[in-house]
């Protein structure tokens, strides 16, 4: 996701009440998991549930979110499911983010970036990665977080994802614009924006003008 920082605030009042028309929707997925939930036998499935559940409630009920998520963790950890555990450790850390609890965020984050390095997925590696780099940016700690989104950068280079490249330099950009490296912030943007436009992805092209805007500003 992009950096909840990285665009102008008008456009986040937008994207937040855009938001909210797919809330009926959640809460209708919640509901569903609820049900499936008290149907399942199995550990493993209540498990893979579990995680689904606190996916859905992450920004609805973070505390919620939470509580399944943890419960999806132990499970995870009692049948040795780690392809699970990393997927909770994610959640959870994510459920922390939400409210701001950015040292919780982390220990989770950074132990199920561990997780993922040890089984491979480069994908979700550079997920979690670009999230850690969120993390530290919110916290202030602008070095770290160019450390974590330049790592994740490589890898979706290297996965040939143009999308989540362009994303990358949008939250690379972020951090440089506090440090007031306008023309790096620039050049970046402009990076990016040539992605989108090859994409056609006109929300990606819109957060680029209203960013670029900002630094001309």
């Known amino acids: 996701v992009y950096h909840s920082s990285c665009v102008m605030r008008k456009i986040f009042i ?4 855009l938001h909210s028309f797919s809330l009926l929707a959640q ?4 509901d569903s998991l609820k049900i499936l939930l008290a149907q399942i036998q199995t550990e493993k499935e209540q498990t893979k549930t579990l995680i689904e559940l606190c996916w859905e409630y992450r920004f609805i009920n973070a505390d919620s979110a939470r509580i399944v998520g943890l419960q999806a963790l132990e499970l995870a950890q009692k049948n040795k499911l780690q392809e699970y555990e990393v997927e909770a450790l994610h959640n959870i850390g994510i459920t922390h983010e939400a409210q701001g609890n950015y040292a919780e965020a982390l220990v989770y984050e950074l132990k199920a970036l561990e997780f993922r390095r040890k089984m491979g997925d480069d994908s979700k590696t550079a997920n979690t990665l670009n999230n850690i780099g969120i993390i530290y940016d919110e916290q202030g700690n602008y070095t770290r977080a160019l450390e974590y989104y330049h790592e994740a950068r ?27 490296e306008y023309a790096t912030v620039i050049k970046y943007y402009r990076e990016a924006l040539s992605i989108y436009e090859s994409l056609q992805n006109k929300f990606g092209m819109a957060v680029c003008y209203a960013n670029l805007g900002s630094v001309y500003y």
């Open 14 to 17: 937008l994207v937040f009440c």
């Open 27 to 30: 809460n209708r997925s919640i």
């Open 154 to 180: 490589k890898i979706y280079e290297r996965l040939g994802d143009s999308g989540k490249i362009a994303m990358t330099l949008v939250n690379m950009a972020i951090v440089l614009k506090a440090q007031g």
